[in-house]
């Protein structure tokens, strides 16, 4: 069974809720101060940067050698590096790699493909820095999960080098929001529902089967290897498990972890359950023994 | 109609509250005289009196030999044997801070391994006794769904847990010719004082997550209790029965 400490976030998680509405600066405010209690780690030092004309900001562990280009979820239309300065910066710790945290451009005010844009500029920025495209990882949780992936795959499309790894948690692949778990996790899910994720992929994208908007339809061969982390009660639970079955089949070196009973984004709570803690750890293992 | 327990005489340790409560209060219903034991003297007494003046209160260390001894002395004393017995007493042992296995003391670690496992096997010791004495028996011992699963963060409690359905299928092998049954109950979330000593929320969350949308009533660990403890269970021996409402079978991992 899972840790006392992870059944009794979820009335937490749930009684907080989401940010809803039409006023998007007051749900921005509301999603940058959601985690505010997380607290980022001493080690890391922060800077803002414009990355290749993307507003980003360095999470520097003393370790310029390699680089994790970091994309924060939100459904595409919320969240910063303020909302995920306490998860940016665990991973960069647990890697031991200084970290960019993207401030890629939001919808609806920039839709699709304005944030794949960012990432994959944010990409040739660190390229042109001088770090090796084997020596970067792309990361992402929720959206910046999906937008991750979406980027492995432009990436690719643009002929540009893939990246030696990518790390994603809680990502959404699928914007139509079909698949079953939508269903049948949904009493289950503290955190998303259906309605919410259908009103930001409208938000977000006109076309929901583009297969770089939603890149479980994208082609997945000569990817390189993906560790995806997702929560058993969350809906987006399928989006992790087709799209790992997916790639699997196209040849990729995917590892799926299934947390018990977690919630979205489960690795964002690791200050309050071990469950989060452990996920961590496991992903500075990931990105330490390719990166490293 | 006759009560499932008509003219047994009964054992309930932890019988001041929750669980036990329940069951001290079902059996005497169903006809057993009871033997209302816990640790907690006053609230053993209260139970007693509720029932009135087929049981007594007894107070118990399960830790303890020779508490278990007098308690069961003490069934002989009050109603002249013992049939029956519900080793019930437990605690979750739950540390204020998340603890790992590795990082348990051993007096955090032996204080619940000495009341849930080492407990329940004193009560056995000391009952078996009476009820060969008597030509025969069934106990029910409580266990946990944390006696078949990891349970992060509660390695004291999973390991007693364990430990007590391996005591009790053994003991069923052992005593089975002597006419005596024995069998486990594992609840799985029930609203009880134990289990109010979990982090706010926990009992919220657990109730939405089963299959039926609800936790147990300890009324209802009582009635499986009651039933393996009956002459109607003659031939349910060695089994580890979870009452949980469906829990363990959406739990991850089956």
Redesign the interface.
Known sequence: MSSPENIAMHKMLRERGIPTGNDLPEMRKFFDSMYADYVVPASVKREKVNANGVDAEWFRVGNPTACIIFSHGGGYVLGSTISHQALIGEIADAAGVDTLGLNYRLAPEHAFPAGVEDLVNAYRFVLDSGVPADRIALAGDSAGGGLTLSGLLSIKAQGLPSPRCAYVISPWTDLTTTLPTMASQADLDPICTLESLQQLAGLYSGDLKDPIASPLHGDWSGQPPLYIQVGEYEILLDDSRELAKKAKAAGVDVTLEVSPMGVHVYPQFSQIHPEGADAIVKAGAFLRKHLG | MAGMLDGKVAIVTGGGSGIGRAACLLFAKEGASVVVADINEPAAKSVADEIGAKAIAVRVDVTDRASTDAMAQAAITAFGKLDVAFNNAGLAG?TER?T?TGDFSEEESDRVIMVNQQGVWNCMRSELQAMMAGGGGAIVNTSS??GI??????APYAASKHAVIGLTKTAALEYAAKNIRVNAVLPGGVDTPMNAT?????M???A??QPMKRVGKPEEIAEAACWLLSDRASFVNAQALNVDGGWSEV???N
Not at chain 2, 149 to 154: E, I, K, N, P, S
Not at chain 2, 198 to 202: E, H, K, L, N, T
Request: net charge positive; charged share 25%; proline share 4%.
């Open positions: 739950r998340f790992r769904l944390a699963r990891g349970y992060a963060g509660m979990m982090p706010d929320g926990w919220d969350v657990v939405r997550t739990l991850s991992g």
